[in-house]
């Protein structure tokens, strides 16, 4: 069983629309939560963090954490050609040595 | 200031040979980790370690891999007799904070640009 599992696209959305993206983990005791944006041939880089169950909003971007059963989610507002990307959930451990990512949802967001 | 660096950016290598990957992690930046990365696949986590300490190598796939961070800034991956299924992009990354402390706000990472490694 893969530690962390996401829904694995692609997603299209048009532009303007609100993307969700879905992410599920095996570990009960995990702490900390992630979400990345990769582009095509570059590196990940963080978009969000999350901490607590509940909502965490920046900007466009909301992050959703459900700790009770096990799943965190992000939703992207008036999506933007510009989102088109992998999006990476990443979830440490309970002791948060290791970081598990999972496989990336690929988005495309259509003008 | 500047970001993680990782040098060689591309390293084409035959079965057999040994490589060395390095990552020169953001100044001052604590923690530093290895990912592997295939193809569509999100990072494999590999090693980590907290100053010059390694914590965890429990994601390191077999004994040719191996790591070190001698002086707790720069580290260095190595590979020893590559095979072909060792060929991904490696990726580096290094946080602020140590990780490890069970604390529920684990530090950004930082990634760097990535080795890409291919093994012929």
């Known amino acids: 069983q893969k530690e962390v599992e996401q829904n694995s696209g692609p997603l299209s959305v048009p532009e303007g629309a609100i993307a969700s993206l879905n992410c599920t983990y095996s570990?009960?005791?995990?702490?900390?939560f992630f979400w990345y944006r990769q582009y095509s041939g570059k590196s990940p880089e963080l978009i969000m963090s999350?901490?607590?169950?509940g909502d965490k909003e920046d900007g466009r971007f909301t992050a959703q954490l459900n700790k009770a059963s096990q799943y965190v989610s992000l939703l992207i507002r008036d999506s933007q050609p510009s989102d088109s990307a992998t999006y990476l959930c990443a979830v440490t451990t309970d002791t948060g040595n290791q970081f598990y990512f999972g496989t990336g949802t690929s988005l495309t967001v259509i003008p | 200031g500047a970001g993680v660096s990782q040098s060689p950016r591309y390293k084409v290598t035959k079965r057999g040979q040994d490589v060395a990957l390095r990552c020169d992690p953001i100044?001052?930046?604590?923690?530093l980790y290895w990912y592997r990365q295939a193809l569509g696949q999100g990072p494999e986590f590999l090693t980590y370690?907290?100053?010059?300490?390694?914590?965890?190598k429990s994601g390191l796939p077999n004994d040719r891999f191996s790591a070190e961070r001698p002086e707790g800034s720069i580290s260095t991956l190595t590979i020893q007799r590559t095979e072909q299924r060792d060929s991904a992009m490696y990726r580096c990354?290094?946080?602020?904070?140590?990780?490890?402390?069970?604390?529920?706000?684990?530090?950004?990472?930082?990634f760097g640009p990535g080795t890409r490694l291919t093994v012929l």
């Open positions: 570990d009960r005791g995990s702490q900390s």
């Open positions: 999350i901490y607590s169950n």
């Open positions: 990354a290094s946080s602020y904070r140590q990780g490890g402390l069970g604390l529920a706000s684990t530090d950004t990472q930082y």
């Open positions: 100044s001052g930046h604590v923690s």
């Open positions: 370690f907290n100053y010059e300490a390694q914590q965890d």
